[in-house]
């Protein structure tokens, strides 16, 4: 997969965004099955760059260079 995309895991946590030779690579958003949300720069299927963390447990956000 190359370009734009969307891809589910077996546990249905999920990715949305960008992809490089079938990895998560460039602009994305990532949702976890525990509510919580990443809306950053990927590279290589890790968080890489800029990006939010949204935490659902203590309504928190974290934002900075993972």
């Known amino acids: ?17 960008d992809f490089n030779k079938g990895k998560a690579a460039g602009h994305g ?10 809306i950053g720069e ?3 299927e ?7 963390y949204y935490n659902t447990m203590d309504q928190t956000k974290r934002q900075g260079e993972w």
């Open 29 to 38: 958003v990532e949702y976890l099955t525990n509510g919580d949300k990443y």
């Open 46 to 52: 890790l968080k890489h760059g800029a990006g939010v």
């Open 42 to 44: 990927f590279d290589k």
């Open 1 to 17: 997969m190359h370009g734009k995309g969307k891809m589910t895991w077996p546990d249905q946590s999920r990715y949305e965004g």
